[in-house]
Nanobody, 119 residues
Framework: QVQLVESGGGLVQAGGSLRLSCAAS????????MGWFRQAPGKEREFVAA????????AYADSVKGRATISRDNAKNTVYLQMNSLKPEDTAVYYC????????????WGQGTQVTVSS
């Protein structure tokens, strides 16, 4: 049974930082592209960042580029999202997701962690 468990969310002031973690189990972690998505109240879920199985060539949404860093530790089956210079518009539930390299759709999703940025 595949599980993705996010942690690290919370309440932070604008300009602050957070580091989100996603621990994966039940899959061969190194075979999966890992992504972070977010969904703000009343909005659709949107892509934030993704990282390949090797950790190279990460991709970022324009809205977080320069403020976010995605990384992974295959030995710990964990993917991270470091968010700096947080803005109120970053407030959302953040989800991690996993997909095989050969498949475009994300197969597995976590339950999400709430990030709230106060102005």
């Amino acid at each position: 049974q595949v599980q993705l468990v996010e942690s690290g969310g919370g309440l932070v002031q604008a300009g602050g930082s957070l580091r989100l973690s996603c621990a994966a189990s039940g899959l061969t972690f190194s075979r999966y592209v890992m992504g972070w998505f977010r969904q703000a109240p009343g909005k659709e879920r949107e892509f934030v960042a993704a990282i390949s199985w090797s950790g190279g060539t990460p991709a970022y949404a324009d809205s977080v580029k320069g403020r976010a860093t995605i990384s992974r530790d295959n030995a710990k089956n964990t993917v991270y999202l470091q968010m700096n210079s947080l803005k109120p518009e970053d407030t959302a539930v953040y989800y991690c997701a996993a997909r095989l390299v050969t498949i475009s759709e994300y197969d597995y999703w976590g339950q999400g962690t709430q990030v709230t940025v106060s102005s």
